[in-house]
């Protein structure tokens, strides 16, 4: 009985200790997906040379931009894209991420 109860228990650890890493693994994954699906989209619509026109035109926005890069980190929510996509996977479940990826499929604005 004691055996048993010792080999459940491994057992429980392992699965537990496999889906905190596939969890994690996860969101990286879809992280770079999400950015490379992006980065892909903004280069291939012209997008973003649309928008570093736009940057390079309004002191403004070069300010915020300039800003951006000497944030004190302490301040973020998260600050990297795998805990970005973490808190988005708390936050929303999958058909939920699925309505919002579809409804702004047609563009970024």
Known sequence: MKRAFKVLFGL?????ALGVRLYYFGTKMASEKVMNQVAAQLENSGELEN???KINSDPELQ????EGANVDSSSLLFETKEEATRELVKKFSP???????????GGLT
């Open 95 to 105: 058909s939920e991420l699925h309505e919002i990826r579809s409804s702004v499929q």
């Open 12 to 16: 429980v650890i392992v699965v537990v």
């Open 51 to 53: 928008i570093k026109q």
């Open 63 to 66: 300010k915020f931009v300039t």
